[in-house]
Nanobody
Framework: VQLQASGGGLVQAGNSLRLSCAAS?????????LGWFRQAPGKEREFVAT???????????YYADSVKGRFTISRDNAKNTVYLQMNSLKPEDTAVYYC?????????????????WGRGTLVTVSS
């Protein structure tokens, strides 16, 4: 599975940005947990959001406290794509954002739980 993230850029505080991450390769996208992580300069990579999907429960999501209420993770299993809608952006959201997938139907918050990672996309929020 290869992941390709896109959509990063420079944005003013208070504005919005949407990141996309497309998966390619032989995969049944719905069988994968999907996640977004970020790494700010000089800091460790941190969890942002995760999505899980099951035929019974549908979509489930979980967020880091720092983004809860501002960010929304969503997935399009038919397009093998996961999104991160980021609203009310703050300068402290500035980081390289990474998407990841793990072959589990679960909400995964730890980076070691993921099997595949995309290259990051830089988000810069100016004050």
């Amino acid at each position: 599975v290869q992941l390709q993230a896109s959509g990063g850029g420079l944005v003013q505080a208070g504005n919005s940005l949407r990141l996309s991450c497309a998966a390619s390769g032989r995969t049944t996208f719905s069988n994968y947990a999907l996640g977004w992580f970020r790494q700010a300069p000089g800091k460790e990579r941190e969890f942002v959001a995760t999505s899980s999907w099951s035929g019974y429960f549908g979509d489930s999501a979980y967020y880091a406290d720092s983004v809860k209420g501002r960010f929304t993770i969503s997935r399009d299993n038919a397009k093998n794509t996961v999104y991160l809608q980021m609203n009310s952006l703050k300068p402290e959201d500035t980081a390289v954002y990474y998407c990841a997938s793990g072959y589990r139907v679960a909400l995964l918050t730890e980076s070691h739980e993921y099997d595949y990672w995309g290259r990051g996309t830089l988000v810069t929020v100016s004050s």
